[in-house]
């Protein structure tokens, strides 16, 4: 995913003398091209994502189109009050782009888990916030965000899933056979649900790679076609779920149950492998498809009352 | 063509006072500063909103009520809309705010001003202009972190058309910045980050003038204002409590006493 985006970074510089990019000290090896290339746009601000997104906001004064790179907790969370003040609140619509979401960084520690990046983002008005899930959506959602004028923020990890095909929208079904539970995901997740089919074929999946603004035009045909929705999420329960959550009550919607496969609320000591973190918090293929049959279960004893 | 400074400071005074505002003592350590801005600006361009017009960012957002008198005062805010400064329903809040015409961007929250100058700077140095940047920041200021990221790049790159003015009038809003966490030697500080630095008295509008309109350095410039904070009313000079009050009945005629003399 990160060569693809890369890429598309690379060209879309080319292309558009209007584009900054900026890393605060991440990028080794991906960014010296474009160093090369483009000397005046591409700029290291050094290890300071405060600076990083206030000069964004400086850039964006002049009607330049920024793209702010680092890792996603430190953008998200160090600079939050830049993406708020100098950002969000002067609706200039940089392209953030958060690296090693979710466990990617997971045996580096807590510190550098994104887990509760989408919930802190998603507070803040006139920002979009995608969790790309395949390499062929992480493309769609660059050009998206670089067409758009309101602000971005892109977070992915290291996953490389490919759908095989190219997708028209970032949220979209990955897998429709007319289940009666739908799985609801975004980012590394969908890979792991599609996984899960090795598991149990009793579900449909639908990527939401686009989490904010959410997409209330699908939401009503997807609530409605479904017994039970299941999100799936390398998030706390403040992610989309805590998103889908709002939505249904304000919708009073009552004949779909919603539930969540997310990662426990608590920052651990322990680490590992991003699959061993994933394992401790219901988050494995297998696990999900377990989760799956449970509720498939449940709704067959609920069905024969 | 400019107006006196003790205008200045009645007309701040009067709309201070109307509004029911604080930040009374910040904003009367800044005038000479503003005036010395404004004067040196090309204001034509500014007012034509090209993008490479000069600009002007005043990070330390709570001297609002003087920065709002000064564009008056230079043809860049009507009566009316001065009058209704921190007003129910008026955009002139108690905090510069780029909702008002002319304001490149909304401070108030310390810490927000020069990296967003510096990225303004940047992007005139690519469009190849030869507009510069004005950045004002309180000395209290200066003890937000995110200033010295900003500071580091600056000198770094040699942002030669960005100038950093502080108002350093040696007060925060709990008393003097010794007693708290001192920041001197200031000029020092900004040297040893590749700024070419000056020290002047703050409430001379010449002695600021002479550092920001000549450009010859390859470095940003920094200004160290020495000010008094509710500089031009005696019981305002260097007292916090004028932080927080806003002057009114017997108090106005007396500050609005000295300021006539
Ligand atoms: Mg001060």
């Known amino acids: ?305 | 063509m400019t107006t006196p400074n003790k205008q200045l400071r009645r007309k701040i005074l009067e709309v201070i006072s109307r509004g029911g505002s604080p930040h009374i003592a910040s904003a009367f350590s800044m005038v000479e500063i503003l005036n010395a801005v404004f004067r040196t600006m090309a204001l034509e361009k500014i007012k034509d909103g090209a993008r490479d017009r000069d600009r002007f960012v005043m990070s330390k957002g709570h001297g609002a009520g003087a920065l709002y008198v000064i564009m008056h005062a230079y043809g860049l805010m009507g009566d009316d809309d001065l009058a209704s400064f921190h007003a129910n329903g008026s955009l002139l809040a108690g905090h510069a705010s780029h909702f008002v015409k002319y304001i490149e961007h909304s401070t108030g929250a310390l810490g927000h001003g020069l990296s967003p100058a510096l990225g303004m700077a940047i992007g005139l140095r690519a469009l190849k202009s030869e507009a510069r940047v004005f950045v004002l920041v309180g000395d209290g200021e200066l003890h937000e972190g995110s200033n010295w990221e900003a500071i580091m790049l600056a000198g770094h790159l040699g942002m030669e058309n960005l100038y950093v003015l502080v108002d350093s009038n040696g007060y925060d809003q709990m008393g003097p910045l010794g007693s708290s966490c001192g920041i001197e030697p200031l000029r020092a500080k900004f040297e040893s980050f590749n700024f070419a630095t000056a020290e002047v008295d703050g409430h001379s509008e010449q002695e600021i003038m002479g550092v920001i309109q000549k450009s010859e350095n390859k470095k940003p410039t920094a200004v160290i204002c020495r000010t008094v904070k509710g500089k031009g009313v005696s019981f305002m000079e260097s007292n916090v409590v004028w932080h927080y009050r806003t002057p009114a009945g017997e108090e106005y005629e007396k500050a609005l006493a000295e300021l006539n003399d």
């Open chain 1, 1 to 305: 995913m990160r060569a693809i985006l890369f890429h598309k970074i690379y060209e879309s510089m080319r292309r558009n003398p209007n584009l900054f990019f900026l890393t605060a000290g991440v990028g080794f090896n991906l960014i010296e091209p474009m160093c090369k290339e483009f000397p005046d746009r591409t700029m290291n601000v050094g290890i300071a994502e405060q600076n990083l997104v206030g000069v964004a906001a400086g850039l964006s004064n002049l009607g330049f189109k920024a793209i702010c790179y680092s890792y996603t907790n430190f953008l998200a969370e160090r600079a939050f009050e830049q993406i708020r003040n100098d950002i969000c609140l002067h609706r200039y619509a940089p392209i953030f782009i958060g690296t090693t979401a979710g466990f990617d960084n997971a045996g580096l520690g807590a510190t550098h888990h994104a887990l509760d990046d989408i919930g802190a983002l998603k507070t803040l008005p006139h920002l979009k916030i995608y969790s790309p899930s395949s390499s062929e959506s992480i493309g769609l959602i660059f050009d998206e965000a670089l067409a758009s004028d309101m602000a971005s923020f892109i977070r992915f990890t290291k996953n490389d899933f490919s759908e095989g095909h190219p997708v028209s929208d970032a949220n979209r079904f990955v897998i429709e056979r007319h289940a009666k539970i739908l799985i609801i995901s975004h980012g590394k997740m969908v890979a792991n649900s599609v996984r899960a089919s090795e598991f149990s074929s009793g579900f449909d999946l639908f990527a939401m790679d686009r989490i904010k603004p959410l997409d209330a035009g699908k939401l009503k045909d997807l609530f409605a076609g479904y017994r039970a929705i299941v999100v799936v999420e390398d998030n706390f329960k403040s992610g989309l779920y805590n998103s889908l959550a709002q939505w249904m009550a304000e919708n009073d919607v009552k004949n779909t149950r919603l539930h969540s496969i997310s990662v426990e609320e608590t920052y651990r000591g322990e680490i590992g492998t991003a699959a061993y973190l994933e394992d401790l918090n219901g988050l494995n293929p297998k696990q999900i498809a377990d989760f799956i049959g449970l509720i498939n279960k449940d709704l067959s004893s609920y069905d024969e009352i």
